[in-house]
């Protein structure tokens, strides 16, 4: 059984476009991240969600936005995609936000052309 | 200068040796410190957590955390092929919220 599962695997579209990504864990985590891997494999979280509050990373465009319908479900919505959001994307979840380990989808790579 | 640096190798070597892998930090508030192991089209999974200063081990794994000097290490004993992927160290100080991690070591092992 996937802990964080994440679809698509694959996402191939045109600049301009709206696509979503989407998260499920059933570890019963509490809080549940995006984060973004690029190219040089540095991982940068993107936000965090936990008991409704969401704390977003202040360099990410707000053409990327978060929803929660619950607590094991963590989408990611993106409005008119640019060459620049080409990159792999995580959804993690943990415990609690409070140090505890996190545990990984397999990503997300899209590719904008 | 990053907060995390970590050199990306790659790294490669024969079935049995010892690996050290290594990463730096400039944030003196940092005291929980993870690695990663991530496969190929995959997601990291974590391998060691540790709190502070200190040793750690589990198996053929030891992580190693120096918070005078900044520094932290994996060592992987008896290495095999399986071994074979991207180590990331990943710290962080008050929550999740503020974890860095580091760019990542590619490490082959070849029988």
């Known amino acids: 059984d996937t802990a964080v599962s994440q679809t698509p695997k694959y996402l191939v579209t045109q600049m301009g476009n709206d696509k979503s990504i989407k998260c499920e864990q059933n570890l019963g985590h509490d809080t549940m991240y995006w984060y973004k891997q690029d190219s040089k494999k540095f991982l940068k979280i993107m936000f965090s969600?936990?008991?409704?509050?969401?704390?977003i990373n202040e360099t990410v465009p707000n053409r990327f936005s978060p929803k929660s319908p619950d607590k094991a479900h963590l989408n990611l919505h993106i409005n008119s995609l640019e060459l620049g959001d080409s990159a792999v994307y995580f959804c993690?979840?943990?415990?609690?936000?409070?140090?505890?380990?996190?545990?990984f989808g397999n990503g997300t790579r899209l590719t904008v052309t | 200068q990053k907060e995390v640096e970590q050199d990306p190798g790659p790294l490669s070597v024969p079935e049995g040796a010892i690996v050290s892998l290594n990463c730096t930090y400039s944030?003196?508030?940092?005291?929980?410190f993870m690695w990663y192991r991530q496969y190929s089209r995959k997601g990291p999974e974590l391998l060691m957590y540790t709190y502070s200063s200190g040793n750690k081990e589990d198996g053929r794994f030891t992580a190693q955390v120096d918070k005078s000097s900044k520094y932290i290490s994996l060592f992987i004993r008896d290495s095999q092929p399986s071994d074979s992927a991207t180590y990331l160290c990943a710290m962080s100080s008050y929550n999740n919220n503020d974890m860095r991690f580091g760019a990542g070591t590619r490490l082959t092992v070849k029988p």
């Open positions: 944030n003196s508030a940092f005291q929980y």
């Open positions: 993690a979840s943990s415990q609690s936000q409070d140090n505890s380990p996190l545990h």
């Open positions: 969600y936990n008991n409704k509050e969401l704390i």
